[in-house]
């Protein structure tokens, strides 16, 4: 595997069901970063993790809730999901995060499509 | 804080026809990305601009960085149908929540390329 992966691609769950994103980045980078993309919002920041810390949340419903165990692995747990929760989830990975002079080009996974019934 | 504006928001071109997709910014950044995304796919890197007048050429489309300006511009030649996508600009710089350097997206161009 190469790049950026993301499992399952696609994911139809009820609002009642627990669920979770995988993301594993092969590219040796040190950041990772949940997307939400929906028809209303093009692409939203959802979390960022640098060095397997969580240094963003932007104002993210508590029903979603990250993971970063270590540099290549990121999860998103999902729970007691809204219909308008429906989207592409992108997972995407930077070389750096933050301080200056580092590389910040981000590469994109191929997303998972969930929808919620 | 880096704003980043993405104008037209959407483009709607004939085959065969010219345009320009215009990236501008609000604080000085030397680097800059464009994106391509096809509709339920995910985003994929088209150009890298690191430096002041730095001009990248792949195909029809050509991107180039005028950072005195705080400008980019994405230039379709001749467009034809597999063009039709939506294109994003990303820019290095603070963002919203200051302290620290990130890429900061702009809302992104639906071009859609009609024959």
């Known amino acids: 595997e190469t790049g950026v992966t993301q499992t399952p691609r696609h994911l139809v769950m009820g609002m009642t069901n627990k669920k979770s994103l995988k993301c594993e980045q092969h590219?040796?980078?040190?950041?990772m970063y949940w997307y939400k993309q929906s028809a209303k919002k093009p692409l939203e920041l959802m979390f960022v993790y640098s060095l397997e810390e969580r240094v963003e949340n932007n104002s993210v419903p508590s029903r979603f809730s990250p993971e970063c165990p270590n540099s290549s692995h990121l999860f998103l747990h999902l729970h007691t999901l809204q219909p308008e929760d429906s989207a592409l989830y992108l997972c995407?990975?930077?070389?750096?995060?933050?301080?200056?002079?580092?590389?910040?080009?981000?590469?994109f996974g191929p997303g998972t499509r969930l929808t919620v019934t | 804080e880096l704003k980043v504006e993405q104008n037209p928001l959407f483009l709607s071109m004939q085959e065969g026809k010219n345009y320009t997709i215009y990236c501008n910014y609000s604080t000085t950044s030397d680097r800059l990305y464009w994106y391509r995304q096809d509709p339920g796919k995910s985003l994929e890197s088209l150009f890298v601009?690191?430096?002041?007048?730095a001009v990248k050429q792949e195909g029809r489309l050509m991107a180039s960085l005028d950072t005195k300006a705080r400008l980019s511009t994405l230039h379709i030649t001749a467009a034809v149908h597999d063009l039709s996508a939506t294109y994003f600009c990303?820019?290095?710089?603070?963002?919203?929540?200051?302290?620290?350097?990130?890429?900061?997206f702009g809302k992104g161009t639906k071009l859609t390329v009609n024959p």
């Open positions: 590219l040796g980078h040190n950041a």
């Open positions: 601009l690191l430096s002041n007048g």
């Open positions: 990303a820019v290095e710089g603070w963002g919203a929540q200051g302290g620290s350097e990130k890429l900061v």
């Open positions: 995407a990975s930077s070389q750096d995060y933050g301080g200056t002079g580092g590389s910040y080009e981000q590469y």
